[in-house]
């Protein structure tokens, strides 16, 4: 199991952990991405002492932060290859500041991911949400949330970065003299790092949320401006936080590095148990101040 499989699994175990699913569901969960057995078992007790139960006014599922989305068009778009990627694509009212890809969590192209790309449209920049399981005929066609991370673990993550790249051609066009950057939560967050690391020219800036960083990573063939968004109760991410510091340092890239303390691990996603509205609007602002200074200059 690579990098981004093992997140996965140890995602799982900290939900456990925390109380968010029971142990028979996160078996099952585990089943699904081949841990099983002996393995399954130690997983789930290896972060038994890494969880916060999800407690407190501030948690749990609310109104989004940011203006009110745009529409959101269900597009589609070839790759390199002829595959048929689709997508959520939203436009802004006028000319946009710039293009901004937007890479999903583990449960695939959501409703939320739909709203994150048309509150980025409401606000003034020009956005696109691929369906990284497009090949498998999409999140919607898979169902069940589990087996829609499950089936996100069996994807080389070469195969994401094709299908990233191929998403940011089309966005490109989309956009024609504009400057591109990426936002990705969770899963997400982990590709935008990965993006990064495959030296991808086309990116001016870019805002991994909480993501987890690929090992030993080398920066120094991209040119992106980096806002790195971290969550204080989130031990599993933070380990690779100054890591990921180092790195961009190492490559000279412009970055900032924020932690906001007192939230956990998606507390940016309004449709989740781990949902802070004070701590997502703040960072929604710190998103559109990174991507003004960087993709609309």
Known sequence: MDSLGRYLAEEIAVDHADGLVNRREALRRLGLLGVTGVSATALLAACAGNGSPVVGPTTGG???????????????????????????????????????????????????????????AASGYAALAPDLLSEEGGTAAIGDPAKVTATLGTVPPTRFIADLRAALTE?????????????????????????????????????????PLPDKPDFSRSGAAVLGIYAELDARVNASRDAAEAALRAAGLPHEIVTYPGVDHAFFNDTGPRYNAEAAADAYQRVLNWFDRYLSA
């Open 62 to 120: 609310g109104s989004p932060v940011g203006p009110t989305p745009r529409a959101v068009e269900a597009i589609t778009f070839p790759d390199p290859a002829g595959n048929i990627i689709q997508a959520a694509w939203a436009t802004p009212e006028g000319e946009p500041r710039g293009g901004v890809l937007v890479i999903h969590e583990n449960k695939g192209l959501t409703d939320h991911i739909r709203s994150v790309a048309g509150r980025l």
């Open 171 to 211: 966005l490109s066009a989309r956009v024609e003299d504009r400057k591109l950057g990426a936002v990705g939560f969770c899963f997400g967050g982990g590709l935008v790092w990965r993006l990064l690391a495959a030296g991808e020219p086309r990116l001016s800036a870019a805002v991994p949320f909480y993501g």
